[in-house]
């Protein structure tokens, strides 16, 4: 399963009533080790909602008070938005996600409430679209999609790898934009449709950027960054 095959999918109660989509995934480090980031991030929750402007900017955490006007602006637009443990996910379906609880039994914590033990991330603020940096300082991608693996049992799924590159992309995009995009990606990487994979276990920290313990020409973005620089920058004059 993809983070994008979560974001944007249709929440179901218990009653079959449709309570609106999913616009962020809370996470949280509390998972079995992978690689020196210790341990692996797994899903705690699904926020009801547009992940809008005061969502990217941060206002949905408590410690962001400023500036003050803003703040209370842009904190009455996310107080509303409900929060989903996955505990309480019956079902995942294409496109749905059916609940065990009726819509009023539903909470609205922030993500400073949801569990009290390991970091806890915003997938949409924290990790999406953030650049994938080497031990050099290069630039290896972007963080497009994630991994995630789903457990027997009803256990939270745990985040496996980086999806990066425009194969990733394309999910998240959609409708026949984020097909054409998705065809072009497998027609230059030899007609593979899996997009370029890197292994949380390669992640050494989360801040402004996600930074790596390998050289970028070690992962799997690097390849279509050579396409790129071999068959089109190459090619403009000048270049």
């Known amino acids: 399963m993809r983070l994008a095959d979560l974001i944007d999918s249709r929440i179901v109660d218990a009653d079959g009533r449709d309570i609106g989509r999913v616009g962020d995934v809370w996470l949280i480090q509390d998972g079995p080790p992978i690689g020196v980031f210790g341990a692996a991030l797994t899903v705690d929750a699904l926020v009801i909602g547009r992940f809008g402007l005061a969502s990217r900017a941060g206002y949905e955490r408590e410690g962001v008070r400023g500036p003050a006007p803003i703040a209370w602006y842009l904190r009455r637009r996310t107080a509303h938005r409900q929060v989903v443990r996955w505990s309480d996910v019956l079902a995942i379906e294409e496109g749905r996600i059916r609940l065990r609880l009726r819509e009023g ?11 009290t033990t390991g970091r806890r991330v915003s997938a949409g603020l924290e990790l999406l679209d953030r650049q994938l940096v080497d031990p050099d300082g290069m630039m290896a991608g972007k963080v497009d999609d994630l991994a995630i693996e789903l457990k027997d049992g009803g256990a939270p799924p745990v985040v496996t790898e980086i999806l990066a590159g425009p194969g990733a992309l394309a999910r998240r ?7 054409w995009l998705a065809s072009v990606d497998a027609r230059l990487r030899g007609g593979s449709r899996d997009p370029a994979a890197i292994s949380f276990g390669v992640v050494a920290r989360i801040d402004d950027h996600v930074t790596l313990t390998v050289s970028r020409e070690e992962v799997a973005t690097f390849g279509f960054e050579e396409w790129v620089r071999d068959h089109v920058i190459e090619k403009i004059p000048g270049s």
């Open 105 to 115: 039994d539903l909470g609205r914590p922030s993500i400073e409430d949801v569990r």
């Open 173 to 179: 995009i959609g409708g026949t934009p984020g097909a």
